[in-house]
């Protein structure tokens, strides 16, 4: 029974990440192409100013193959026990806080349970003075959390894109994500035309970053539930192909 309801919630898990990245997809599709035409390499940093552009690229996609191998098998020996998630985050110095009912406080600055972005203004004064008990106008990157017993793979979705956030990838940056998080409000509304070019490619640099982390975990459960059908053919000692 455990097996089996392991295995629904994987193909559960892969079924809303699919939506989910359908829908960006169509939503991005109504973006004005004459601005997203210029290709967006996966670790290059865009700075416009004064007509001028300067593209940094800070990750090549070979780059990036090799920190998903490496990434795939450390997650792996995390998900049969989601504390080592945790571990391995505060050993980076990003603060993890465990809170009861995180997401009804979270709740309040339009906030989900887990990885929280660097945030200023009001929204940090609130998590300074609920989490550190402090009054301060910023707070550095963090994750709050009810409790340790999570859904592996949705705490490795978060985790890829802290890890990809820690490497200072571009995507990641505080008004690109600000823009992420109400991509399909920007992109039903004339709110498009208000963007400038430099905010249209973080943007765009933003969803990439989100598919990215939705395929990766995809490719993890698949590769997970392949090993464990694997495993018990060998313990009834058929063949398995490599």
């Known amino acids: ?52 552009t300067l593209v940094i690229d800070n990750n090549s996609t070979k780059d990036k193959q090799v920190n998903d191998k490496k990434l795939e ?43 929280i972005y660097p945030k200023k203004g009001f929204s940090a004064l609130y998590l300074n003075l609920i989490l550190n008990k402090k009054i301060s106008l910023s707070t550095p990157e963090m994750f709050v959390i009810s409790s340790f017993n999570v ?42 035309n208000s963007l400038t070019y430099s905010e249209v490619l973080g943007l765009k640099s933003a969803v990439r970053r989100d598919i990215e982390a939705i395929e990766f975990v995809q490719k993890l459960a698949r590769n997970k539930a392949m090993s464990k059908k694997n495993l018990e053919k060998i313990k009834q000692g058929k063949t398995v192909r490599i």
């Open 1 to 52: 029974m455990k097996k089996l309801l392991n295995k629904l919630s994987i193909k559960i898990f892969e079924y809303i990440y699919k939506k989910q990245q359908q829908a960006h997809k169509k939503r991005m599709d109504k973006l004005k192409k004459d601005i997203l035409k210029g290709g967006v390499c996966a670790g290059k940093k865009i700075h416009t100013a004064s007509g001028a």
């Open 73 to 115: 098998k450390m997650i792996s020996s995390f998900l049969e026990e989601p504390k080592k998630f945790f571990d391995y985050i505060k050993g980076a110095k990003t603060p993890v806080y465990v809170v009861k009912n995180a997401q009804k406080m979270l709740n309040r600055i339009n906030e989900f349970e887990g990885f």
């Open 151 to 192: 859904n592996p793979y949705a705490i490795a979705y978060q985790f890829y894109n802290w890890y990809c956030y820690k490497m200072n990838l571009s995507g990641y940056e505080e008004n690109s994500q600000k823009n992420f998080k109400s991509v399909f409000e920007i992109c039903e509304t004339d709110r498009i």
